[in-house]
């Protein structure tokens, strides 16, 4: 990465720090890429000098958003996105570290691939980019992958990604071999034969539509299956995208147990539901479907209680030519990085929960979970930051969408939350205009 050049103030912000829990006036210094003084106060102390002054104008400082999810298309599928275009779409939606998936071609499954990611990454000077390595080979569920090698060339967790381990031996032993280095696995519950071929969950809506469904309880019967493994090898788990009320309770229960276990939620789900698919909408074609709306609401309760420990963008890029078929036959998936931020706060308006709640899923927790120095407000801590303007709202266009690949369902949507300025190791590397 580039080092900053010259030491930055800014001041007069709204500093918001979820490790510290402060939420108040505050200034950062920031040289040498990373925060330097840390001030609880909106002015600089006398004497302060040979900086460049930033006005925060009293909007939120916060910690650059971390997000645990990302899909991309390279290699093998740069039409989709390539890093440098989800690089820049990052910057954008202030988030300045993201972690991309193994499901590429070829599959992050051994540590050449993971070298290639993080060379890229640093070639390109933007944000931060950490890869996952799948947790089998080919991310088949058959054979378990490289994973110790992957891990000392800087995979920060394991996964299969969609692709769920079926053989419950198999994922034993992915569980079993990432514990002896307190590696974390992350594997999505879906019960893969209910879940074939269903394109909606299972209700009054997707009889209505014709539409092939699921039903919810596919995924806490996935889920208890894995929570038991997790219970026989000790190991810590990363719950993939939970999305009903019945796995917020299994979440629960198997904490009260003492299991190291995570959870995530993508954004999607957190705000839309369903009804949203309408007359057949294929940008809310997603894998998890949308859920009802109790179930929905039984998400940002889990939200705001601390069941849920890390909210993602799922971003998954697909071409118009992809998108614009019928329903059944659209490719799942939604584009994110740049709406993650804004539908948070969208919730802390809507839902009054706290802000500072809502950040710590996007900052400090996934920092933690995965061993990052970011995500704080520390002196000491990679000056990777985002100023937002909470209350400025935005409609995004599609000319907006700085994602090689369109498909956004917050497309056209009134969003609260404007990003003004990201800094990656005390570099600018978005500013808005």
Request: hydrophobic share 40%; charged share 20%; aromatic share 4%.
């Amino acid at each position: 990465m580039l080092k900053q050049t010259q030491p930055i103030a800014l001041v007069n912000a709204r500093l918001i720090d979820p490790e510290s829990n402060y939420d108040g006036p505050g200034s950062l210094i920031v040289a040498d890429g990373v925060i330097t003084q840390v001030i609880h106060s909106a002015h600089l102390p006398s004497g302060s000098s040979d900086l460049k002054v930033i006005d925060c104008d009293g909007h939120v400082l916060a910690p650059g958003l971390i997000d645990l999810r990302v899909k991309t298309g390279e290699p093998g599928a740069e039409p989709k996105e390539t890093l440098k275009s989800a690089s820049l779409a990052a910057a954008a939606g202030g988030v300045t570290s993201m972690v991309v998936q193994p499901d590429t071609d070829p599959v992050i499954d051994e540590p050449a691939m993971v070298d290639f990611i993080l060379r890229r990454a640093r070639d390109i000077e933007l944000v931060h980019v950490y890869p996952a390595g799948a947790a089998t080979k080919g991310h088949n569920g058959k054979k378990m992958a490289e994973i110790g090698l992957m891990h000392d060339a800087g995979a920060v967790y394991f996964t299969d990604v969609e692709h769920p381990i079926v053989n419950s031996k198999t994922l034993q032993r992915v569980l079993s071999y990432a514990n002896g280095f307190n590696a974390l696995v992350a594997h999505r519950p879906k019960e893969p034969w209910l879940s074939e071929g269903a394109v909606a969950t299972s209700g009054e809506m997707a009889s209505r539509m014709g539409l092939s469904g699921v039903s919810a309880l596919a995924e806490r019967i996935a889920l208890e299956r894995d929570l038991a493994l997790v219970e026989l090898t000790g190991a810590r788990l990363l719950v993939d995208q939970i999305t009903t009320h019945e796995s917020v309770s299994a979440i629960k229960r198997a904490r009260a147990r003492g299991l190291e276990v995570f959870a995530s939620a993508s954004i999607n789900h957190l705000v839309f539901n369903e009804y949203d698919i309408g007359d057949y909408r294929t940008f809310y074609r997603l894998d998890p479907p949308l859920r009802s709306e109790n179930d929905r609401l039984a998400l940002t309760d889990a939200l705001a209680d601390g069941v849920i420990d890390v909210v993602v963008s799922n971003h998954s890029p697909a071409p118009a030519e992809d998108k614009r078929l019928p329903f059944s036959e659209a490719t799942a998936g939604a584009i994110g990085l740049q709406t993650l931020l804004p539908a948070l706060i969208g919730l802390h308006h809507d839902r009054n929960i706290p802000l500072i709640d809502l950040l710590r899923t996007v900052t400090s927790n996934p920092a933690n979970l995965i061993g990052l120095a970011a995500g704080r407000l520390s002196v000491g801590a990679p000056a990777d930051l985002v100023l937002v303007d909470i209350d400025a709202p935005f409609s995004l266009r599609e000319k907006d969408i700085l994602s090689k690949s369109k498909n956004s369902p917050f497309e056209n949507r009134t969003l609260q939350g404007k990003v003004e300025l990201t800094l990656v190791d005390g570099r600018i590397v978005y500013q808005n205009n």
